[in-house]
């Protein structure tokens, strides 16, 4: 039998090992929102006072794009709820012909089911868009928008259908997929261990992804690229192709002291899961200075 205190202590290292497991997934639950039902990934301190962050993932993406900063901002004080978005990990409702309008409704009615008249939203590639397109349609909801990882304005720098690859091929081999990852989604500097971590979870949901495609390619980017008037962040990883950081100096040009531009050396476009403390920070620093 092990000494008392080697078990206490094995106890101990397990228990740590489940919590930061717990930590990473969240807390799961489904709402109905009458015209579809979502399923959320919520990350939240033990305070009813709260100010909540609404957030979306990329293109086709679940919740675990927010899964490393998730936890750090719930510590910092703020509720952060990711939205599966139609189709995605057991959400529902139609996926034809839709808008980023439609998209952004969908936002609308889970903040009216949490009660928050007002709230943050954070929009993660594809996400920004449908994130700008919700404060242009309801600015009188929206207390900040951050956007990690934005692009729309610049084209990518990757190669061309490498990325939909990746995203799209779920019988890819790992090899394959580690290369298009390492392409596409992560800076060079990146450790090989976060990029296996990332291909190892990656799931897929062809039909959300094509119809988010589709629901921008249905909305002019006039309609939402401004993301209204109110106070904007951008994160972005210094060694991003898919997004490249022009897309950044050009709204920072265009929106002058409205807009807050942060860069992180060393990540690319999967920045939160890449740098999760500096992406974390620069979004807590930008919401403390922009409370409901």
Known sequence: MKPLR??????????????????????????????????LVEWAPDSASAELILAL????????????IGPIIADAGYRLVVINQRGIMGSTGNLNDL???DLADDVIAVADQLGADKFHIAGWAFGNRTSRMLATDYPERVAS???????GIVPALTEPGELAMLLGDRNLPFDEKMQLARRTLFSAATADALVEDYVESLRYWPDARTAQGQANRNTPLEEWVAGGDGPLLMVMGED???????????MKAEHGDRLKLVIVPGAGHVVGLEKPADTAAAIVEFLKNHPL
Do not use: M, V
């Not at 993932?57 to 490393?68: A, I, L, M």
């Open 6 to 39: 080697t078990r206490i202590w094995l106890c101990l290292f397990l228990s740590n090992l489940l919590g930061s497991a717990l930590a990473q997934d969240g807390l799961r639950y489904t709402l109905d929102i009458g015209h579809a039902e979502l399923n």
């Open 57 to 68: 993932p990329g293109s086709g993406g679940d919740y675990s794009r927010y899964k490393r």
């Open 99 to 101: 808008t980023l309008h």
């Open 145 to 151: 928008i951050t956007l990690i990882a934005a692009g």
């Open 240 to 250: 991003d192709l898919t997004a490249p950081i022009e897309n950044g100096h050009i």
